[in-house]
Structure formats: structure tokens, C-alpha cells
């Protein structure tokens, strides 16, 4: 069965520090993967999603993930944190091309950024 | 953009509630989360050109409607109180995983 995992419920970094969100997986086939941000009393926005092609994905907003199959992990980074992207993060993952029933989202990891 | 009314509700336990999604323009895909405080979001169904092609683990007190104008409605009967949750509408012009999901802000729904 799918699932994801978050690792960090809340991430505290400094303005301009590197920002690194950690994000692993199970499936049992090839897995669409997708980062999601939802800011403060918003509806959730793609950052990215891997659908296998490139590992390394680029994302809105200076965001970045890379796929590493040999670890089910997809975590994403931005190298220079700004204020404005404290937020909720989520990793999500789907196996199906055609079926949003296998779409499942991790718990999230909530990012706050010191000045 | 996509657009959800009303905001906030308020329910008490077993009254029936409708939340509705305003979907962005041209998209033929309507799906709706539930999102529990503290928890991602988790799948409730999926309506591709008025027909329901995907549903998650929820009961069958959970029904919806897409309509030709670009709405749909989430409909949920004998509340409970586990139901209070943030639901979220996303729309998308197809069904497949190469379609972006657009969301909408959400509706907060309380049960007491």
C-alpha cells in the first residue's frame, strides 16, 4: 500500500539558510510524486511533481526536489529561505496515471523562517 | 481561479450540509477533500463530466454533484463529529496525473 512520510512536523530555519523538507515514500510501482504548499487560510498550490522523467524537478518559487528511487525519497530544497514562504508543506504520492483515488498525502511539515 | 462557498459552517451532529466549488472555467474534473486539523489532505471523490470516476474511503453519506456551469456540490448527510474538517475542491481540465489540480481556499465545517 501507499504511503508518505514527513519527517519533521515543524521546520524552523533562518532568513536566507537553506531550506531542506523531508519527504519518503512506499509504493509498489513507478509513483507520480508532488509537493504541495498551502499558505494560512488558502487552498493548497503545486510547487512540483516528478512524473519520471528528470530526478531533479524545478519548481515555483526557487523550490526543487530530486527523485531518489534506492531511498523512496523526495524531499525538497530551496537553497536561500525567505520570509514569505513559511507555510504548510505537503508530499504526496500517486501510482495510477488515471485514477486520483490513489492520490495520498503526507501529515505535512510546517516551515517557519526566523528574520 | 477556484472559488468555494461559504467560508465557515457551523453543524450540529446528524443535520446534512452542502459545500459548493465554483471550478475554473473549461475544467471537466471536480474533486474533493476532506483535510482534518493537523493531518494532509485525503480524497474523497472525483466527478469527471458530471459522472463520480474515483472515490476514496468514505462512506456513502458523502455524495456529490457537478454541474454544466462550472459548480459542483459536496453533500454530506447525519453528520458526525469527526466530519469537522477543512474541505477542499480542486479542479483540472482532465483526469490524469499530467493535469495540475487548481484548489480552492476551502470550507471550514464545524459539528458540534
Known amino acids: 500500500a501507499q504511503s508518505v512520510t514527513q519527517l519533521g512536523s515543524h521546520v524552523s530555519v533562518s532568513e536566507g539558510a537553506l531550506v531542506l523538507l523531508r519527504c519518503n515514500y512506499s509504493s509498489s510501482v513507478p509513483p507520480y510524486l508532488f509537493w504541495y504548499v498551502q499558505y494560512p487560510n488558502q487552498g493548497l498550490q503545486l510547487l512540483l511533481k516528478y512524473t519520471s522523467a528528470a530526478t531533479l524537478v524545478k519548481g515555483i518559487n526557487g523550490f526543487e526536489a530530486e527523485f531518489k528511487k534506492s531511498e523512496t525519497s523526495f524531499h525538497l530544497t530551496k537553497p536561500s529561505a525567505h520570509m514569505s514562504d513559511a507555510a504548510e508543506y505537503f508530499c504526496?504520492?500517486?501510482?495510477?496515471?488515471?485514477?486520483?483515488?490513489?492520490?495520498?498525502f503526507g501529515p505535512g511539515t510546517s516551515l517557519s523562517v526566523i528574520p | 481561479g477556484v472559488t468555494q462557498s461559504p467560508t465557515h459552517l457551523i453543524k450540529t451532529r446528524g443535520q446534512q450540509v452542502t459545500l459548493r466549488c465554483s471550478s475554473q472555467s473549461g475544467h471537466n474534473t471536480v474533486s474533493w477533500y476532506q483535510q482534518a486539523l493537523g493531518q494532509g489532505p485525503q480524497f474523497i471523490f472525483q466527478?469527471?463530466?458530471?459522472?463520480?470516476?474515483g472515490r476514496g474511503n468514505f462512506p456513502p453519506r458523502f455524495s456529490g454533484l457537478q454541474f454544466p456551469n462550472d459548480s459542483s456540490e459536496l453533500n454530506v448527510n447525519a453528520l458526525e463529529l469527526d466530519d469537522s474538517a477543512l474541505y477542499l475542491c480542486a479542479s483540472s481540465l482532465g483526469y490524469g496525473q499530467s493535469d495540475t489540480q487548481y484548489f480552492g481556499p476551502g470550507t471550514r465545517l464545524t459539528v458540534l
Open positions: 466527478y469527471y463530466r458530471k459522472e463520480e470516476n
Open positions: 504526496a504520492v500517486s501510482e495510477l496515471e488515471t485514477s486520483y483515488d490513489k492520490v495520498i
